[in-house]
């Protein structure tokens, strides 16, 4: 029994990496893709100038402030530390749905300017803007989803310094997300 489920361990170790990272270059692919077509958009002219809000300052921080965590997390599983996992892999995911708050925050603040996604005071400019952090969010509610079944696993002491492979992938995903938004931030904050 015991060799059964090493094998099945050691083929899901050979497929999950590689998917995730092709998971990964198709997100890239996706958002270079939608960059570039606000770039193409902007250059035709009417384009709405606006502030960003401090929201997305402040989910930055956030965002940036998790992936500290996530590598809390795989640092104490490498230790044995169930005590410093559960603290960690919890704050991480508080600060994923923080995340989520601020972006629906400053969502708010934007339609309190008039910067909508469609309607009558619509705007490319605004349009872009929707489709870039919604679609990020998108994804990060699959990381949120992978974080959960972390922490879920880290509650029952099922990850240990022999059994780090999930919280790797998540922790692969997690900070790809990052990296994503940072790139999105100033992306959406110097190319107007």
């Known amino acids: 029994m ?3 489920l090493s094998e099945e361990r050691i083929i899901r170790e050979k497929v ?3 998917l995730i990272w092709v998971a990964m270059v198709s997100m890239v692919m996706v958002f270079a893709g939608l960059t570039s077509a606000y770039v193409v958009r902007m250059e035709k ?4 100038q606006f502030d960003l809000p401090q929201l997305f ?40 749905f923080a995340f ?3 972006q629906f925050k400053a969502w708010g603040v934007l339609v309190e300017q ?11 400019a605004g349009s872009f803007l929707y489709i870039l952090t919604g679609l990020h969010l998108v994804h990060l509610v699959g990381g949120i989803l992978a974080l959960s079944v972390v922490w879920i696993k880290t509650l029952g ?3 240990d310094s022999e059994n780090l492979y999930g919280i790797k ?9 990052d990296a994503l938004w940072i790139y999105l931030f100033l992306f959406l904050l110097y190319v107007r």
């Open 2 to 4: 015991e060799t059964v």
């Open 16 to 18: 999950g990496k590689p």
């Open 45 to 48: 002219g009417d384009w709405l």
């Open 57 to 96: 300052y402040v989910s930055t921080a956030v965002i940036i402030l998790s992936s500290v965590t996530m590598n809390w997390v795989l640092s104490s599983a490498k230790k044995n530390d169930f005590k410093n996992m559960k603290i960690a892999s919890s704050i991480t995911l508080l600060l994923g």
């Open 100 to 102: 989520i708050v601020c």
């Open 114 to 124: 008039k910067v909508v996604f469609a309607g009558s005071y619509s705007n490319a």
């Open 157 to 159: 002491k099922r990850y």
């Open 169 to 177: 992938l998540c922790a692969i995903f997690w900070h790809f997300l």
